[in-house]
């Protein structure tokens, strides 16, 4: 079993920054992917950002050159630097862990962007 604690949120006008982080506790050595997902009122829950145990990092479109993944492995955490932040992407964020034989959420935190 892995849990996962997501903290970081909150509310920020257009053009801020805010850092999030995703703190992995239980079977981490089990864990080789962990990514950021987002869910907007209305629509369906996308992937933000992810981050392979090796390194390797992966970022949906309309994020690339703003937001930043990057983990702590002596700190079983993981992180999203959002930066230059823009109402559309208010959304509720959430964590995920990957392992070869199942995947695990955070419960979420929520980003709020002002116009």
Known sequence: QVQLVESGGGLVQAGGSLRLS???SGS???INAMGWYRQAPGKQRELVAAITSGGSTN???SVKGRFTIS?????NTVFLQMNS???EDT???YCKGVTPTNSYWGQGTQVTVSS
């Open 22 to 24: 995703c703190a992995a």
């Open 71 to 75: 983990r702590d492995n002596a700190k």
């Open 85 to 87: 932040l823009k109402p």
């Open 28 to 30: 981490i050595f089990s």
């Open 59 to 61: 970022y949906v479109d």
């Open 91 to 93: 959304a509720v964020y």
